[in-house]
């Protein structure tokens, strides 16, 4: 069966670090994966999502980046955190040519 | 460009009474879904509807969809408190504008009291 995770669990950062979320999904082969934000008490925005290694589309410009280093994982990264990149991050997954999108676990951060 | 509302955004229920929560969308979109989500946790996907007049259902939870109305309803039977939770719907973006990934809606939080 397919699994996902996400590490850390929880972070706390102070404004102008730098930021790496790491997300991977076991037990498929050539996902298609996604990072979003749900910042506290708000729906979901997509920031990036990916169809295959090294193949990345950006939805909304901010100061984060992503990449897909390997098949089944994805980074989420920034150089210099803002206060407005607190939020929780969510990592999701699709099989290609399925309809069924799955979410990990999540990345709690807060920018202090 | 596609997008998706929900109606209400917060509804309090009191338990055994029935309720419906409604997603519209605003252009053509060939799957809708619906998930749940506990404070504090990720996204539990509920039902994915694919055809006009798909119907499925879960236990107190029906999902129904009319693609030329393009509204979709999350109905609610007979609440309890284990219901309690966001529910959020999103829709599948058609080609151009959201590149066939979800859009989704604001969620609705559901409250169900005794």
């Known amino acids: 069966s397919q699994t996902i995770h996400q590490w850390p669990a929880t972070l706390v950062q102070p404004v102008g670090s730098p930021l790496s979320l790491e997300c991977t999904v076991e037990?498929?082969?050539?996902?298609?994966l996604y990072w979003y934000r749900q910042a506290a008490g708000r729906g979901l925005q997509l920031l990036f999502y990916s169809v295959g290694i090294g193949q990345i589309s950006s939805e909304v410009p901010q100061n984060l980046s992503a990449s897909r280093p390997q098949d089944r994982q994805f980074i989420l990264s920034s150089k210099k955190l803002l206060l407005s990149d607190s939020g929780f991050y969510l990592c999701?997954?699709?099989?290609?040519?399925?309809?069924?999108?799955?979410f990990g676990p999540g990345t709690r951060l807060t920018v202090t | 460009e596609l997008k998706v509302e929900q109606n209400p955004l917060f509804l309090s229920m009191q338990e055994g009474k029935n309720y419906t929560i409604y997603c519209n969308y605003s252009t053509t979109s060939d799957r809708l879904y619906w998930y749940r989500q506990d404070p504090g946790k990720s996204l539990e996907s509920l039902f994915v509807?694919?055809?006009?007049?798909a119907v499925k259902q879960e236990g107190r939870l029906m999902a129904s969809l009319d693609t030329k109305a393009r509204l979709s309803t999350l109905h609610i039977t007979a609440a309890v408190h284990d219901l309690s939770a966001t529910y959020f719907c999103a829709a599948r973006g058609w080609r151009g504008g959201s590149q066939g990934n979800l859009i989704f809606g604001k969620g609705t939080k559901l409250s169900v009291k005794p």
């Open positions: 509807l694919l055809s006009n007049g």
């Open positions: 037990g498929t082969s050539n996902p298609n």
């Open positions: 999701a997954w699709r099989a290609s040519g399925s309809y069924e999108q799955y």
